[in-house]
């Protein structure tokens, strides 16, 4: 039994004396026998809290910076109406901070076989799984006096998925697709490798695609159209070692990749090629594989929401050797991976002819803007010392680039706004050239 503040109160002003009474309740106990008359009554008139039945419904997942639903059903199978206060508690990164006290207290009135619905809303900071912790019930009696307390495991997972914040420039990137793909109007013809269909020739259209036979069975001059090569393979391939976790900005390098790879996956599954998820750094951290283009970003995001980056040195031999096995065929192998020269030198460029013997290899970096706003800066000593520093980071950067693409490594450098339609274009500019 807990004592509330308003028993308290009323033994403050009669000036009574009071005492502890230890034999298994808490609180301060009264000594004035009315008091403890109206205590012991208020105290047995309060609903228990053993006997409530709670159970949850509502969202299961949700994209970062949504709100989630959560619904608690508290049931009270007792002959005593339920007066409480509940505390649905989460994991901290549940809620915005400083708005975890309103969003998970309530107060609720059971009637006596009755049941009533709790609403706590979630709004994560973190990607991840949030588990709902104990549900904390105060039961008070009528009077208000004293309350009984108790705490129940009512289990609940929430999966908070990536946010896909590129998913605006995907319009834009299925426009440029049409374009190479021939089904928009163009002076040029669609570009690609696969014979796609006859039209007439129009001023602009290239010479060499004049089809001679179709032209001499006909009145008018004929031309080839292609479009994009389809059904090829693509592999992601998320590095996440310690370099991974780097924050730039708010965020790790990590979910700035995720977004990269978001776009691309969409954009390459509307192309009709097919799309896989390979995370690792000394394992296998996440695999997705085989999947149809209407199940590939609910797959891909589910896989993507508990990744975090892991502060060890990825094993560069052991993610070429996964990505071969992985891609048996022939494949565009994207690597969202660092450029920072000790990780490149010392790991991929000595097994990167493993993967530009049978694949064609895309490399994605996330840069730090920040390197920028200091090589720009003067005026000071403390702002040129910065610039300098920042001019030989990115020299070493572009050393680092230029290593790869003397590999036949096409490299993406560029920063967390801006990574992700970059890599559209470098794909879009691979398929164009007929590269794939």
């Given at each position: 039994?807990?004592?509330?503040?308003?028993?308290?109160?009323?033994?403050?002003?009669?000036?009574?004396?009071?005492?502890?009474?230890?034999a298994?309740?808490?609180?301060?106990?009264?000594?004035?026998?009315p008091?403890?008359?109206?205590?012991?009554?208020?105290?047995?008139?309060?609903?228990?809290?053993?006997?409530?039945?709670?159970?949850r419904?509502?969202?299961?997942?949700?994209?970062?910076?949504?709100?989630?639903?959560?619904?608690?059903?508290?049931?009270?199978?007792?002959?005593?109406?339920?007066?409480?206060r509940?505390?649905d508690?989460?994991?901290?990164?549940?809620?915005?901070?400083?708005?975890?006290?309103?969003?998970?207290?309530?107060?609720?009135?059971?009637?006596?076989?009755?049941?009533?619905?709790l609403?706590?809303?979630?709004?994560?900071?973190?990607r991840?799984?949030?588990?709902?912790?104990?549900?904390?019930?105060?039961?008070y009696?009528?009077?208000?006096?004293?309350s009984?307390?108790g705490?129940?495991?009512?289990?609940?997972?929430?999966?908070?998925?990536p946010?896909?914040t590129?998913?605006?420039?995907l319009?834009?990137?299925l426009?440029?697709?049409?374009?190479?793909?021939?089904?928009?109007?163009?002076?040029?013809?669609?570009?690609?490798?696969?014979?796609?269909?006859?039209?007439?020739?129009?001023?602009?259209?290239?010479?060499?695609?004049?089809?001679?036979?179709?032209?001499?069975?006909?009145?008018?001059?004929?031309?080839?159209?292609?479009?994009?090569?389809?059904d090829?393979?693509?592999?992601?391939?998320?590095d996440?070692?310690?370099?991974?976790?780097?924050?730039v900005?708010?965020?790790?390098?990590?979910?700035?990749?995720?977004?990269?790879?978001?776009?691309?996956?969409?954009?390459?599954?509307?192309?009709?090629?097919?799309?896989?998820?390979l995370?690792?750094?000394?394992r296998?951290?996440?695999?997705?594989?085989?999947?149809?283009?209407?199940?590939?970003?609910?797959?891909?995001?589910?896989?993507?929401?508990?990744?975090?980056?892991?502060?060890?040195?990825?094993?560069?031999?052991?993610?070429?050797?996964?990505?071969?096995?992985?891609?048996?065929?022939?494949?565009?192998?994207v690597?969202?991976?660092?450029?920072?020269?000790?990780?490149?030198?010392?790991?991929?460029?000595?097994?990167?002819?493993?993967?530009t013997?049978?694949h064609?290899?895309?490399?994605?970096?996330?840069?730090d803007?920040?390197?920028?706003?200091?090589?720009?800066a003067?005026?000071?000593?403390?702002?040129?010392?910065?610039?300098?520093?920042?001019?030989r980071?990115?020299?070493?950067?572009?050393?680092?680039?230029?290593?790869?693409?003397?590999?036949?490594?096409?490299?993406?450098?560029?920063?967390?706004?801006?990574?992700?339609?970059?890599l559209?274009?470098a794909?879009?500019?691979?398929?164009?050239?007929?590269?794939?």
């Amino acid at each position: 039994m807990a004592l509330t503040g308003r028993t308290a109160l009323l033994a403050a002003l009669g000036s009574l004396p009071v005492g502890i009474w230890d034999a298994g309740w808490t609180g301060i106990l009264a000594v004035n026998a009315p008091l403890a008359v109206a205590c012991a009554c208020d105290y047995a008139l309060a609903a228990p809290v053993r006997r409530l039945g709670l159970t949850r419904s509502g969202d299961t997942s949700v994209r970062l910076g949504q709100s989630a639903d959560v619904t608690l059903t508290v049931t009270n199978p007792s002959r005593r109406p339920l007066r409480a206060r509940i505390r649905d508690a989460w994991p901290p990164s549940s809620w915005q901070p400083g708005t975890e006290t309103a969003a998970s207290r309530h107060r609720v009135t059971v009637p006596p076989g009755e049941r009533r619905r709790l609403t706590t809303r979630l709004r994560p900071t973190r990607r991840g799984d949030r588990l709902a912790d104990r549900v904390t019930i105060r039961s008070y009696g009528p009077l208000g006096l004293v309350s009984r307390q108790g705490t129940h495991k009512v289990p609940w997972t929430v999966r908070v998925l990536p946010p896909f914040t590129s998913r605006k420039h995907l319009p834009s990137r299925l426009a440029r697709l049409r374009e190479l793909d021939g089904r928009t109007s163009v002076l040029t013809r669609g570009e690609g490798t696969e014979f796609d269909s006859l039209r007439e020739y129009v001023p602009g259209d290239d010479t060499r695609s004049i089809d001679w036979r179709a032209t001499a069975r006909q009145s008018a001059v004929a031309v080839r159209t292609w479009r994009p090569e389809r059904d090829r393979h693509i592999l992601l391939v998320l590095d996440t070692g310690r370099t991974s976790a780097g924050r730039v900005g708010d965020a790790p390098r990590l979910d700035a990749a995720m977004d990269a790879a978001l776009l691309l996956a969409a954009l390459a599954s509307r192309a009709g090629d097919r799309v896989g998820l390979l995370a690792y750094d000394r394992r296998v951290r996440a695999s997705v594989q085989g999947r149809a283009a209407g199940d590939l970003l609910p797959s891909l995001v589910n896989a993507m929401a508990t990744l975090e980056a892991e502060l060890v040195e990825t094993d560069a031999r052991g993610l070429a050797a996964t990505a071969l096995r992985t891609a048996p065929r022939r494949s565009l192998i994207v690597l969202l991976t660092t450029l920072d020269a000790a990780p490149v030198e010392e790991g991929l460029l000595p097994v990167l002819p493993q993967l530009t013997q049978r694949h064609t290899v895309l490399v994605a970096a996330v840069a730090d803007p920040h390197v920028a706003r200091m090589a720009g800066a003067r005026g000071t000593v403390e702002a040129v010392y910065e610039a300098a520093a920042a001019a030989r980071a990115r020299t070493e950067r572009q050393r680092t680039a230029e290593q790869l693409r003397r590999h036949g490594v096409t490299v993406v450098d560029a920063t967390p706004d801006d990574l992700a339609p970059a890599l559209a274009d470098a794909y879009l500019a691979l398929k164009a050239a007929g590269r794939l």
